[in-house]
Each structure stands twice: as structure tokens, then as C-alpha cells.
């Protein structure tokens, strides 16, 4: 009988964590499939992308009943950024001068750096790889020519690890001082800019027509915005236990916007971490899951801008940071195959080695990575203002980033439901701790 009872509830265990990891990633899959969808544009700074994901934050805040810091839980901010609201066009030829010209497209064979000024004509595209780099004399007098009229090729094909390597990738900065720089790659990489260069960057596929380019036409029109008005979306739960103490979960939700006639969904980068920070205030919203301490969520714009959200954030807290027990930074949760890595791990290594006792009783995940300091997300700001923190994202599975292909019909969201335990019971456990 014994047996019998231990086997059933045992069972029954499996099959409530099972339908709540179900219950996890349905809900995910439609966060994502909102944030990444055409209608949000890339989440970026036309057709009012950021704006409507915003919206959309904002009223999944005020349904899970989160409390706003004042009168709403908007915290508007402003901010430089440069822009491509037309139509863009670029052509290439090949072979001699008076060849055929052959349209490019955006974001399959080439990106434009949104540093780029407007520019329009046609110009000769000049040549450097390792061949020209090796050959003292022919390097001389290429150097010696004036390249303001022209593009300058760069393929950094066979050059080796270190310096030349370096070399090359200074190149991007137009120490040459051409009209415009192309930059051929193994992978398309978008950014975004807050100025405006005096030469057009374009980077193009190794592999693609722009390899034996010898001249481009461009047309391509900017719009500088000096004041563009952005928005992070933060509120909290109250603790039942010390209220004045926070726990702080927090994801950005803006992305690279569109382009042209392309836009980057931004579906793993960050829709899905901004899934996880929305899941979470879903369930410790409920009167049965409310913390111990007060925990805050916060949706920081800007982050593909220079962390400009957080950044702000530091410079205008909503509460004392002293005040913040511990943070989580959640950015890129959509795969898993791998398990996770853990910046700042090696920081806080009482509090990395919790959350590798956890996964491990728990089965959870492959591994959990260690990682030292790193100024690449939300969490930063914080960490260099002394509060203790971890930026958490997923590894293995697709390798879509900063691209057209990061979408959302190729998300696996493979071990969302995983994370998502993980985190629960890693927050109970800071309840209990003290980490410094």
C-alpha cells in the first residue's frame, strides 16, 4: 500500500510539473509571437515600434496587478538615434568598369551600419586583403592615394589571429579616410548608433556578389533623431515579510527595429527574456506565490542603444539601490540545448554555487556556466553601482542573432520551463541568504 501511494504521488508530482512547464511555454510562445511580430516592427525606432511593445508590457503589468512606482509604470527618458526611413538602394558591379549593375539585398547579402550618413552616387570600390597587407611596396603606394571618392573592400580572408586580425577590424573606422568602407564577413551582424559617421559602413557576406565588387551605387537617406522619447516599464509586488527590501528581475525589450524593407524580429534577443521577466510576474503576483521581500520588474529600453534604459535607470532610481538584495538580468532565453551561463558567476560565487546545487537536485538543465564581469547587458550599470547581480542567458540550439532569421516561427524555446523553475527556486533561496 505504501509502495503503491509513494508511485501515485510520485506520478502525480511529474504530471503537475509537467503541465506547469507546459503552462510556461505556451504562455511564452505568445509573448514572443507578439514582440517579434511585423506589427512591432523590430521593437526599434520607426513605426512607433518600441512604443507598441511598451504598450504592450505595460498592460501585462497593470493584468498581473503589479504597483506602479507612482503614478504609472512608465519612466520616460530621451535619447539620440539614427535612422532609415526610406527605401534604401544598393548595387553592385563586377568585372570591368561600365558592367551591368546588380541590386543587393538588405540583410542577405549586406547590412548597412547605422552610423551611415545619407549618401548617393556611384563610386570604384579599392581592394585590401592579406595579399596587399604582405607586399610592402604595393601597400606604400595604396596608402598614399586618396580614397575620398572611393570604398574601400576589406577582406580579412587568411589573416592570422592577432594583430593582423586586429588590423583589419580597425579598418572599420576609416583610418583611411574613404567615402565608405565595406567589410565582408562570415556573418551578418546588425547594430544600432546614437551619431552619425562622415562615411558610409556597410558589412557584406564573404560569399556573396559584393566579393569581386569593383564599384557600388548607393542611394540610402537617414533621419537623424536628437530627441527620440523612449520609455523603460517597471512595477513591483510587495513582500510579505520585509517589504523595504527588493529582489530585482529585469530584461530589456527594445531591438533593432526595421530598415529598408526589412525588419530584425529580435525574437531570442529579447523577446524571449522579456517573456521570462513577464512569466515570472505572473506567477509571483498570485496570493499563494507572493515573496518574501518585494520583488521589481523592470522592461529597460534602449539596451541596443549604449544600455541607455539601465543607464538611466542608475541615474534615477525609483527606490534606493542599497535597497536591492540581488538582481537578474534575463536576456536571450529562447534555446537551452547547452544550459545557461552566468555572468558574474565567478563575482558572486556563494550565490553561482546555489544556483548549480539547485539545477542539479532539480535536473534542470545540461549545465550551468560560469562567467566573470562583463559590460554587455542591463545588468552593468547595477553591478558597478555595488549591487549584487547575475545576467543569465541560454546557450546552444539556433544561432540567429542581431540578423533577419532571429524569428519567431524558428524559436524552440527548449528549456523556457526549465529557467523559468530554476529561478523560482533560486529566489527563494536569496530569501533565505545573504550573497556579497
Known sequence: MMRISFRVGLTALIFLFTLCGAAQNHFARR????LASPYMAGRGYLDNGCSKAAKYIGDRFRQFGLIPFGSGYRQPFVLPVNTYPKQMDVEITEGLPGSRLIPAKNGIDYIVIPSTPAIKGKFPIFRFDVALLQDTTHLRQFLKQDFSRSFILVDDSGAKAGKEKELFETLRFNPIKAKGIIMLCDKLTEETSD???????????????FNKATT????????????????NLIGYIKGKTQPDTFLVFSAHYDHLGRMDGIYFPGANDNASGTAMLLALARYFTK???????SIAFMAFAAEEVGMRGSHYYIQHPLFPLSKIKFLINMDIMGTGDDGITVVNGSVYKAAFNDLVRLN???HLLKQVKMRGATANS???FFYAAGVPDF?????????????????????????FSEVFELLVH??????????N
Not at 496570493?287 to 521581500?293: F, S
Not at 533560486?426 to 550573497?435: L, M, Q
Open 426 to 435: 533560486f529566489t527563494d533561496d536569496i530569501c533565505r541568504r545573504t550573497y
Open 195 to 209: 551619431t552619425v559617421m562622415n562615411f558610409a559602413l556597410l558589412y557584406a557576406l564573404r560569399n556573396s556578389i
Open 287 to 293: 496570493p499563494e506565490n507572493q515573496p518574501y521581500y
Open 216 to 231: 557600388v551605387y548607393l542611394n540610402i537617406k537617414n533621419k537623424f533623431i536628437k530627441d527620440y522619447k523612449d520609455q
Open 391 to 415: 545576467f543569465i542567458y541560454t546557450m546552444g540550439g539556433i544561432r540567429a542573432y542581431h540578423d533577419i532569421y532571429d524569428r519567431r516561427e524558428t524559436l524552440p524555446l527548449t528549456k
Open 378 to 380: 542591463d545588468h552593468y
Open 360 to 362: 542539479d537536485s532539480l
Open 31 to 34: 509573448v514572443v509571437d507578439t
